[in-house]
């Protein structure tokens, strides 16, 4: 219990915003970015910078509803992966998905059965490879 209590105590405001100790000095931290972007080597564009307010307000409305009905496993990803595909921040974004991530997934739910985790990735790669 002390060390997922101490990983909590460490999260911070700042992080979700994008930023940390290492960014805080750049005039953009935190603020949502104020141009639009191409990631090399994504297929995708993320949406024009003067959209980003909205789809992070769908992105949010998604976690509280839609997402709370996912197993956690498959909320986790999927928020992750919409947070990327946003790309909302000038720098950061990786740093902060990966954050929501840790943070989307409970800790709890798997930490005391491992196997039932690795069972569950199992079974969700089968059934996604089972469609092709």
Not at 60 to 69: D, G, H, K, S, V
Not at 79 to 108: K, Q, W, Y
């Amino acid at each position: 219990m002390g060390v997922v209590v101490s990983a909590y105590a460490r999260f911070r405001p700042a992080y979700v915003r994008g930023t940390d100790s290492q960014l805080l000095h750049l005039p953009t931290a935190g603020r949502y970015r104020n141009q639009n972007v191409v990631i090399s080597g994504a297929g995708f564009i993320p949406p024009d910078h003067l959209h980003l307010p909205e789809k992070m307000a769908e992105l949010i409305q998604w976690y509280r509803t839609e997402a709370r009905l996912l197993h956690p496993i498959d909320r986790a990803a999927q928020l992750h992966t919409r947070f990327v595909e946003i790309h909302p921040f000038e720098d950061g974004n990786g740093r902060t998905a990966r954050l929501l991530l840790n943070f989307a997934m409970p800790s709890s739910t798997f930490a005391a059965n491992p196997t039932k985790l690795v069972l569950h990735i199992f079974n969700v790669f089968h059934a996604f490879l089972m469609r092709f």
